[in-house]
DNA sequence: GATATTCAAATTGGATCCAATATTCAATAT
DNA sequence: ATATTGAATATTGGATCCAATTTGAATATC
């Protein structure tokens, strides 16, 4: 007799909960930035002591999401304008790659899964729900290029970025561009159009990254 | 009356410290690749608890550098020659786009650094001290640039590929083709012709790519 | 003899406690 | 009124202790 294996995942320290908790709430904005993380406070609202709290700082810091001074604490991490802007750089260099290694090994299954995110996308009303659904969408397609290293440096400059970027798409026509860009991208991606669909993630970050920074320089 | 600013580094956590030293002795590969790290073990070595151990190893996780499982304990990750190859790639893709940058920005002051960090790997014949002057060589190339997100990406992808890099070096004419490269990079760099710099860069780390997974296959 | 079971040792994850440093704010001096 | 000192408080870094889990060897079972 078999079973299924069930996966209850005993495979979750609460060091990883609570690093998981702390990377969504600053990823989303609910922790602004500059706002300090005091290990007492995260450590009671998780039911634990501070020692699974420091190792999820600790992690944290490791991806430039918070910046801690020895016996000061650690604080949300912010982006300049000029470090924005080099990350949408980064982003438009590396994404256009993934894609094009990506287009030749989609599956039909891939390509359906990536287009319902899209169409999610586009007729989502929820600026939270949006961040989410555009990495989805993104993220579907890179899967089958099989670049892990390169994947994982993605999310992990998207991270950086994704406060940003959905103020970015809340701006006056970003979510109708980025919809109307989305729509294109996939339909190379349906062609087996590789270079047209490299041509457009590259477009698509730099348009973002326009719209952001000179939605920055009004601040 | 003014005083010189001491800067007697008093930011430096035990765990920090811990974190440092694993690294360095992961990237020369004094720790082998699986090799398990005993938090109790090095917990004596640094003469501390376990507790700025553990955080330095979950910094290392965080990195890729090595691989815990909960209650089994972290053990110093490998490179499968396919992600070896793809990290390669991911170099050979943003390195070019840093140069080309950094060139415009070159003092002369940086550029005597470099090709003092390249004539010193041109005569070095110790293999340890190569992969240390290869890569101060390129930083300082790329210092210039500005770009301090690419900066830490590319310096996090030579963490986990650095064993393997030197390994290369060691092979046949390894070291004879590094070098003779090094120079033309930096010979296009003194002539501030960027394109030139970002191209050779390209066919460098190529090249390397290609040596190390000769070198892999062979195993 | 090979496989399953039990149990002690080893190891990690986390809680509690203490030390080191920073911050705050009232008391004092200028 | 402002600047400075200094103690009280808050906060972080680390040590020690305990609980949960894994590992491996000894024993039992077929």
């Not at 996966?7 to 908790?21: E, Y």
């Not at 477009?203 to 601040?219: D, R």
């Amino acid at each position: 007799m078999q079973f299924k294996s069930v996966d209850i995942s005993k495979t979750a320290s609460a060091a990883s909960i609570i690093f998981d908790a702390l990377k969504k709430a600053i990823i989303e904005g609910n922790l602004e930035e500059g706002a300090p993380l005091r290990q007492d406070e995260i450590a009671k609202m998780f039911n634990t002591s501070r020692i699974p709290v420091r190792e999820a700082i600790s992690r944290l810091e490791e991806h430039g999401l918070v910046k801690s001074q020895r016996y000061k604490g650690a604080v949300v991490s912010g982006l300049s304008a000029g470090e924005a802007g080099e990350i949408f750089d980064y982003r438009a260099i590396l994404e256009p790659h993934i894609i094009r290694i990506s287009v030749p090994k989609m599956t039909p299954k891939a390509l359906a899964e990536a287009r319902s995110f899209c169409d999610a996308f586009a007729v989502s009303d929820d600026p939270m729900e949006w961040g989410d659904l555009n990495r989805k969408f993104h993220a579907t397609l890179y899967n089958a290029s099989g670049l892990t290293f390169h994947l994982e440096a993605v999310e992990s400059a998207l991270d950086r970025v994704d406060r940003y970027l959905r103020a970015q798409l809340v701006l006056s026509n970003g979510m109708a561009r980025a919809n109307d860009e989305h729509l294109r991208i996939q339909d190379a991606c349906e062609r087996g159009d590789a270079d047209a669909a490299a041509e457009l993630t590259h477009q698509h970050i730099l348009g973002a990254k326009n719209s952001l920074l000179k939605h920055l320089s009004k601040l």
